[in-house]
């Protein structure tokens, strides 16, 4: 019996997105081992980011019900929006799990709740839109020490702390006050985090940025040079919406003609990405060494799908014309190909910050550059 487009995607409203949700949850889990892959951990501190991002979906009379678009300068978005959270296995490039907003829902409102499934023996790094004294409220909250889960976040520059205890490494415990919302002079709340301050050489504007940092590690774990280090391995995140749109999903434009089925079909992709993790990982461990130490990031990700699809192409059209043995040794075979492709160390490599079209306080890009020399950083120390 054969089902015609329009009878499949018929079913799959009826299904509704909670069932896609359900397997979701039940399939994402980390991949990185410890012992194995010691460039996605931190002192034994699996790195982990939850950022988010925007599908664009097709402007179908479902969606424009229901979402609205974005207003721009040059007035309304070709598209509306679906926004969506997720929390990601930095070294890896695995999400462990997602929330999707179809309502205008906040990034931040979104974001919240997947702190509930951080892993233990974690270290979350979040950029600065969560650099606030109510998301730090919740942070001290959520992250239990005695699960050994910590975090590490950008602090917005003029966010006003009061040092309480300088360190011996230049950063220093801070006191942070929580106002209400609405009587802002009220304190609600005082808490107490270590603030790291630090100075990174822009490459691309040839000038020193300032970073505020606030983390759970103790000094004893991480010195303050370290954490300003480790801050950069939030980009990663980036990385990997990059990888889920442009090459897993091929656009960044859902196909979906209803807001239920665009949610499946986000899930879809998200369990997608996290078989093609896995899939990198067991290509990293053909290659073994530098290549299997640093996760999936030194397989390509294009030449790694490329190959698997055309596996799975091979064994599915040999059913019963191979063995199991046969099967698992063209499977090596094909992994030890796309470990041949290993890719080289990433250079310490920055793009220029410009646009092509001009827009306010950004310089106008007319012909792409980037810098390739090493990062460099300095400690402003505490006083």
């Not at 995607?9 to 299904?15: I, T, V």
């Not at 991949?31 to 501190?45: I, K, N, P, R």
């Not at 220029?352 to 007319?366: A, C, E, G, N, S």
Request: hydrophobic content about 45%; some cysteine.
């Amino acid at each position: 019996m054969t089902l015609s487009d329009s009878a499949l995607s018929q079913r799959r409203q009826q299904l509704g997105e909670d069932i896609f949700l359900l397997i979701m949850r039940e399939t994402l889990r980390p991949l990185a081992d410890v012992s194995v892959h010691a460039a996605c951990f931190f002192q034994g501190l699996r790195l982990m980011g939850i950022d988010g991002t925007r599908w664009s979906v097709t402007n179908t009379a479902q969606h424009l019900a229901r979402m609205t678009k974005m207003q721009t300068r040059s007035g309304s978005a070709a598209f509306a929006h679906i926004r969506m959270a997720a929390l990601v296995e930095l070294g890896t490039h695995a999400p462990l799990h997602a929330t999707l907003g179809l309502d205008g829902e906040s990034e931040m409102a979104l974001s919240l709740p997947l702190l509930a499934a951080l892993p233990q023996h974690s270290l979350l790094i979040l950029d600065r839109l969560y650099g606030y004294a109510s998301v730090l409220d919740v942070l001290q909250q959520q992250c239990d020490t005695a699960r050994s889960q910590h975090y590490l976040v950008r602090v917005k520059d003029k966010l006003a702390a009061g040092v309480r205890a300088p360190l011996g490494d230049g950063s220093a415990m801070v006191e942070v006050r929580l106002c209400d919302k609405v009587k802002w002079r009220k304190v609600l709340k005082t808490m107490v985090v270590r603030e790291v301050r630090g100075r990174v050489w822009s490459r691309t504007q040839g000038k020193w940025v300032e970073v505020r940092l606030w983390t759970s590690l103790g000094v004893e774990q991480a010195g303050a040079r370290e954490v300003l280090e480790l801050y950069a391995r939030r980009w990663e995140q980036e990385v990997f919406y990059h990888e889920l749109k442009l090459q897993v999903a091929r656009s960044g434009l859902l196909q979906s003609h209803t807001p239920e089925t665009a949610q499946q079909e986000i899930a879809a992709l998200l369990m997608a990405c996290a078989l093609v993790a896995e899939e990198r990982l067991a290509v990293a461990a053909e290659a073994g060494g530098e290549v299997q130490a640093a996760g999936a990031v030194r397989i390509s990700l294009s030449i790694c799908l490329e190959h698997t699809q055309a596996l799975w192409l091979v064994l599915s059209s040999a059913q019963g014309l191979m063995d199991q043995a046969a099967q698992a040794e063209l499977t090596r075979r094909v992994r030890a190909q796309i470990a041949a492709f290993a890719l080289s160390p990433r250079r310490p490599r920055s793009c220029q910050r410009k646009v092509r079209q001009t827009v306010k306080d950004w310089p106008r890009m007319l012909s792409p550059t980037s810098v390739s020399t090493a990062p460099q950083y300095e400690v402003i120390k505490i006083a």
